[in-house]
């Protein structure tokens, strides 16, 4: 069974740290395209971050360029997000999947989601 699960979330004062967890079974992480994406209350999902199969691209919305890291662990098979100095506008739920790395958007290739972590970042 093909399965996501999120994990890491939590509540964090501003210029905090989270990391970000996303464990993946049923399938190698490697053999795709993989990245993050959050959902704002009353906002639309967004692309945060994606890594290329290889592991050797990545990219990052502007919002969070200097601040997250996407990283992934090949022999635990999970993807990771290091998210530095948050501010109260990263506050969504966070979700890893397939992704295009040139545009950030959900790929096809992979329709599979968790249920999301939840980062508020507040004082």
């Known amino acids: 069974q093909l399965q996501l699960v999120e994990s890491g979330g939590g509540l964090v004062q501003p210029g905090g740290s989270l990391r970000l967890s996303c464990a993946a079974s049923g399938f190698t992480l490697d053999k795709y395209a993989m990245g993050w994406f959050r959902q704002a209350p009353g906002k639309e999902r967004e692309g945060v971050s994606c890594?290329?199969?290889?592991?050797?691209?990545?990219n990052y919305v502007d919002s969070v360029k200097g601040r997250f890291t996407i990283s992934r662990d090949n022999a635990k098979n999970t993807l990771y997000l290091q998210m530095n100095s948050l501010k109260p506008e990263d506050t969504a739920v966070y979700y890893c999947?397939?992704?295009?790395?040139?545009?950030?958007?959900?790929?096809?290739?992979?329709?599979?989601w968790g249920k999301g972590t939840l980062v508020t970042v507040s004082s």
């Open positions: 890594m290329s199969s290889s592991g050797l691209t990545t």
């Open positions: 999947s397939a992704c295009f790395i040139g545009t950030l958007a959900p790929s096809s290739y992979l329709d599979l």
